[in-house]
């Protein structure tokens, strides 16, 4: 097997790469913009947490309404075009033809990026509906099922039109992505804000929600780029290939329903809480069936989208794990409403982030038809991203635990709870740092990518002209 090194363009680029180019780096830019705006937020609301003063005299980035904007512009924003381009990417891949309707892509792109836009204004302003990771005022969220849908369609195309009858792991997941999201966000659009239910029904229909955009939107679109990427790179079939089929429906059928597990002691029917446990338990052999498909993915050997890649998977399984143990009764009393809780969404959504991330390494080139410039910014880009990463998540959890074990002794005051935690968050808001410098990174080294593309285009169409008019 040949060796190709991080900013080296493998042979493989096809039709498919040559029609969706442009359309899928701009969602790709977007998304880069998007990150570091929201690691940018996200940073300066770790610092609120242990400096209550901080910003407070804005009350555009008052804490909690700056949580509510980080979160939006990381999840709708970041992952949202990383998430659409990779996942219209490998369907065109795996589909054996040209992408079809490019210009859904950039029309329904811009339409997505300007709601993104109007919901951190309407959130700063006072117009967030309130529940986690639904932040979204009421005037935004048709604009961006509308946006989403016209994403889409290319990729619907794509399935439906492929060449080969024969389908793919990397597709099903790909396709259920771009199925799912629609359906459960109307959903939750209507239940929360055009037609609310009433009393606590309210927390139940916003876990789902919180709970189906990781097991039905983001994880899918991650596995799918895991499962088309690795044979790929390493040249080695899936192992275990014939039982994707069944973590695929396990976490179809079952992880939508786990997010009750987030309610343990609140004012629902036990029920709720106990299924969602059981269900949390079950997903788990989802987890398994891609742990032994995917486990060739921890040998990445010097290979950059397989680093990201296993760092990824590894907090992928680690987060379902993780998820499944503390939401026991007796571990939730402990963890539950404290930074822990944030240290597992972190550890979970970084998951995404990480694989996506990897994703983009290996589509960009082919997608922009040049060499990444520099391998040194890459490895800086994955030291600082791995190195902040785990600091992040570690951090929290241990400021977490503390927190929690204090709150449950009536002796410890608010103060001397503040004040143990306090050496912890601090050693997050620096972990969040560095991740700031990673997005940076990344943003630059994908703009002077695509920029000097752009570049060496320009200056052969001039050549061109000039030959022709001479002539």
Not at 139 to 154: D, E, K, N, R, T
Request: a positive charge; proline letters at 4%.
């Amino acid at each position: 097997m040949t060796t190709v090194l991080p900013n080296q363009v493998p042979a493989g680029t096809d039709d498919a790469d040559q029609t969706c180019g442009g359309p899928l780096l701009l969602l790709i830019a977007s998304g880069l913009l998007w990150l570091v705006l929201g690691g940018t937020l996200a940073l300066l609301n770790l610092i609120q947490v242990y400096t209550p003063a901080f910003l407070a005299d804005c009350a555009w980035l008052t804490y909690g309404r700056l949580q509510a904007m980080q979160e939006t512009a990381l999840l709708y924003g970041w992952a949202g075009n990383a998430g659409l381009a990779v996942a219209l990417w490998v369907l065109a891949r795996l589909g054996g033809a040209p992408l079809r309707g490019p210009n859904y892509i950039v029309a329904g792109g811009l339409f997505w990026n300007l709601g993104v836009t109007l919901a951190l204004v309407g959130i700063a302003v006072g117009d967030a509906s309130g529940h986690g990771m639904f932040q979204l005022p009421r005037y935004v969220q048709p604009f961006l099922l509308f946006a989403f849908g016209a994403i889409a369609v290319p990729g619907v195309l794509a399935w439906t039109g492929r060449r080969n009858p024969t389908t793919y792991a990397a597709q099903w997941y790909a396709v259920a992505a771009l199925f799912l999201f629609p359906w459960f966000f109307s959903v939750a659009s209507v239940m929360l804000t055009f037609a609310p239910v009433r009393g606590t029904l309210q927390a139940v229909v916003a876990t789902w929600y919180a709970q189906n955009v990781f097991s039905l939107w983001l994880a899918p679109v991650a596995i799918a780029a895991v499962y088309y990427l690795l044979p790929k790179i390493t040249g080695r079939v899936i192992p275990s290939y014939d039982f994707a089929v069944y973590g695929f429906w396990s976490l179809l059928f079952f992880g939508c329903w786990m997010g009750g597990r987030l309610l343990v002691g609140a004012p629902v029917p036990a029920w709720v809480s106990t299924m969602a446990i059981a269900n949390a338990w079950v997903v788990l052999f989802h987890h398994i069936i891609v742990f032994f498909n995917v486990r060739d993915v921890f040998r990445p050997g010097a290979n950059t989208t397989l680093k990201f890649l296993a760092l990824g998977m590894g907090a992928y399984l680690l987060s379902a794990v993780i998820d499944t143990a503390f939401s026991a009764r007796a571990l939730a009393v402990t963890t539950q409403f404290t930074h822990f809780q944030q240290a597992q969404t972190h550890l979970a959504m970084g998951a995404v982030a990480l694989i996506l991330t990897g994703a983009l390494y290996h589509m960009t080139p082919r997608l922009a038809g040049g060499n990444w410039p520099s391998v040194a910014l890459i490895r800086a880009h994955f030291m600082a991203y791995s190195i902040g990463f785990v600091l992040l998540v570690g951090s929290l959890a241990v400021a977490g635990w503390i927190q929690g074990s204090a709150l449950n002794d009536p002796s410890v005051a608010f103060t001397q709870i503040a004040a143990r935690t306090k050496v912890w968050l601090q050693l997050a808001t620096a972990a969040q740092a560095l991740l700031v410098v990673a997005h940076v990174l990344f943003a630059a080294h994908f703009f002077k990518l695509v920029g000097g593309q752009m570049a060496k285009c320009c200056a052969t169409r001039g050549i061109l002209t000039s030959e022709a008019t001479v002539s």
